[in-house]
């Protein structure tokens, strides 16, 4: 543990444009876009309050509480002792994004398992919540993809299909009933992940969806940065990417060969998660 606090702290001390050191997301009791864009997602804007929303293609589906809450997505509970956690992190990213300009966020991790897909669920569903943004998240974790699993969502289309031209993206896109959060799920592995992430088809996608609404914010749910070059393939097309090291999962050489395969990307922070040291909050 302590020597992953000490990588952190070497790579901070390398970067000293890191906003966020150390954050932690540590919770629960248990540790610590074109031809496809011409029909609308939604009927109007209205830019100081989005909350009128009409999601006039987008497919509304509803969540089972008790399934979120056993795959620790808990930032739409604000009664939930680890929302917190989540606000804290998104007003963090919200104003480094908003000083400069940034709209697309990339999560990655060391290693497997370090809680990225959790980190950027309810880091998405908590930008949600405040009324003058929306936010949408993008399973680009093409290996191993896991967002649809950790929300329940169960859907004919995802973006496989929109990828293999056999759907177009209105009909991959789903609101998973939370107010401003949209989810492009991927459904399926998928082969070649890496040269796909390279693709004019992916490199357009990520334009689109980034120029469509000025309030939204796009997160990227990404593979492990070690486990293959997709992350290195994605990165220069993303403002900016922030970390999740899992205490205990990644050692001190994973986290710092991570951080320096970062070094050419406005690496916005680490998020400790998985932590279990006392924190301010009683309950953890
Ligand atoms: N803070 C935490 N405390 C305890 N368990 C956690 C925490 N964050 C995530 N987990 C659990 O760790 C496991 C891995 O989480 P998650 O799927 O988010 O990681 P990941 O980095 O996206 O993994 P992969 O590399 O497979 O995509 C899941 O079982 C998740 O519920
Ligand atoms: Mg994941």
Not at 49 to 56: E, T
Not at 197 to 202: E, G, N, Q, W, Y
Request: contains cysteine; charged residues 25%; proline residues 6%.
């Amino acid at each position: 543990m302590e020597r992953i606090k000490l990588a952190i702290e070497k790579a901070k001390a390398s970067r000293p444009d890191l906003l966020l050191p150390d954050s932690r997301s540590s919770h629960h009791g248990d540790a610590g876009m074109s031809a496809e864009l011409d029909s609308p997602e939604r009927e109007e804007d209205t830019p100081d309050d989005l909350g009128a929303v009409q999601y006039a293609q987008t497919a509304v589906v509803s969540l089972d509480p008790a399934h979120l809450e056993r795959h620790r997505v808990v930032a739409h509970q604000k009664a939930h002792p680890a929302s917190w956690a989540f606000d804290v992190l998104r007003t963090q990213v919200l104003q480094k994004m908003d000083e400069s300009g940034w709209r697309t966020l990339a999560i990655t991790s060391p290693s497997v398992e370090s809680g990225k897909t959790v980190v950027a669920i309810n880091l998405a569903i908590s930008i949600a919540q405040q009324t003058n943004r929306t936010a949408l998240l993008v399973d680009f974790d093409l290996r191993r993809p896991s967002v649809a699993r950790s929300l329940g969502l169960n859907r004919p289309k995802s973006l496989n299909d929109f990828l293999d031209g056999h759907a177009n993206l209105a009909e991959a896109l789903v609101n998973p009933g939370l107010e401003r959060f949209v989810v492009l799920p991927t459904n399926q592995p998928v082969s070649g992940a890496s040269e796909l992430l390279s693709s004019a088809k992916v490199g357009k996608l990520i334009k689109d969806l980034r120029e469509r609404y000025s309030d939204r914010i796009v997160i990227f749910d990404l593979p492990p940065v070690l486990a293959a070059d997709d992350v290195m393939s994605v990165l220069p097309r993303v403002d900016c990417v922030l970390m999740v090291v899992g205490s205990g999962v990644s050692t001190q050489t994973e986290v710092e060969e991570a951080m320096s395969r970062l070094s050419k990307a406005n690496l916005m922070g680490v998020v400790l998660n998985k932590d279990e040291s006392p924190t301010q909050n009683a309950y953890y």
